[in-house]
């Protein structure tokens, strides 16, 4: 089982930029694909962002592309999503999390480990 403990979020202004890390213990995620989500208040978990385990294919919702950024470092067990540009619209709860499905996903039902999430408020 992995253990994800996401950090950096906060209250932000509109159009600042926060960064979110995910650290990863219990067994090393360097084979799996990791993703991270967000839901705001009232409403369902979204997909946000994923990586492949190399790093080398990653995705985005058409809601967050060019101002959000997925990254990891299998050295440290350790996922980030970069986000610049920030809309009141991205304010939630984010939460990252880890497939063991071969290659990379978007659906959220093939993503077996959750952390507790962090919360980002983005103010106008």
């Known amino acids: 089982q992995v253990q994800l403990v996401e950090s950096g979020g906060g209250l932000v202004q509109a159009g600042g930029s926060l960064r979110l890390s995910c650290a990863a213990s219990?067994?090393?995620?360097?084979?799996?694909?990791m993703g991270w989500f967000r839901q705001a208040p009232g409403k369902e978990r979204d997909f946000v962002a994923a990586?492949?385990?190399?790093?080398?294919?990653?995705f985005y919702a058409d809601s967050v592309k060019g101002r959000f950024t997925i990254s990891r470092d299998n050295a440290k067990n350790t996922v980030y999503l970069r986000m610049n540009s920030l809309k009141p619209d991205d304010t939630a709860v984010y939460y990252c999390a880890a497939s063991s499905i071969v290659g990379v996903t978007t659906d959220i039902t093939n993503f077996d480990s959750w952390g507790q999430g962090t919360q980002v408020t983005v103010s106008s």
């Open positions: 219990g067994r090393t995620v360097s084979n799996y694909c």
């Open positions: 990586i492949s385990w190399a790093g080398g294919r990653t």
